[in-house]
């Protein structure tokens, strides 16, 4: 009688645990945003609209490039497992995903033949970015997002259809408190002109 319910407590003991890994993991791999969204307003809604989610779909239509290069921030290499963004700096449409798969480098075709930086295809309207459109590389490092930047190759100026190799800059200070500091000092000077 032990015996049975040992094996059976066994049996449990692996059942429930395989179970729920399959499920959080099958409900972590859902977790991608649509193609057409937007960071609004930016940057105040960075993290809310990134936050929890692994990667952005793909518009059934759209063209999209594979880059590849080195990674760094403040010329130190990004460390593997740090979640980058690539936004459309226009209209700040979400157009790209990865993580950085080995310590200061990435390489868009590591994840597939269709997982790249979405582009519009020619004639057609934000299914990504437009070509020579600048790109606005985000990196998510301790729970806060630091903005950078393509800084070599075919990306530089902006997105095209490449497979080559283009390095990423990304800026030590956070985006969201850059941008936002940069907003406050505008205020003050305001401020301060009117009182004169």
């Given at each position: ?52 989610y ?63 930086i ?48 283009c390095?990423?800059?990304?800026i ?25």
């Open positions: 009688m032990f015996k049975s319910i040992t094996n059976r407590t066994a049996v449990w003991l692996l059942f429930v645990p395989a179970v729920f890994a399959l499920c959080t993991g099958s409900a972590v791999a859902s977790t991608m945003l649509d193609y057409d969204t937007y960071i609004s307003p930016w940057p105040s809604a960075i993290p809310s609209t990134l936050n929890g692994d990667g952005v779909t793909m518009h059934p239509d759209a063209a999209f490039s594979q880059p590849w290069g080195n990674i760094s921030k403040g010329g130190n290499p990004v460390s593997i497992g740090t979640q980058i963004w690539i936004i459309a700096a226009d209209d700040k449409q979400v157009v790209g995903e990865f993580v950085v798969p080995y310590d200061g480098g990435y390489d868009f075709s590591l994840g597939g033949l269709t997982y790249g979405y582009g519009d295809a020619p004639g057609d309207v934000d299914e990504g970015a437009s070509m020579s459109e600048l790109l606005i590389v985000l990196a998510e490092i301790g729970g806060k997002y630091y903005q950078g930047s393509f800084i070599s190759g075919d990306l530089k100026s902006g997105y095209t259809l490449t497979t080559g190799h390095d990423i800059e990304i030590p200070e956070p985006a969201t408190l850059a941008l936002l500091a940069v907003g406050g000092a505008t205020t003050i000077l305001l401020r301060w002109r009117r009182k004169k």
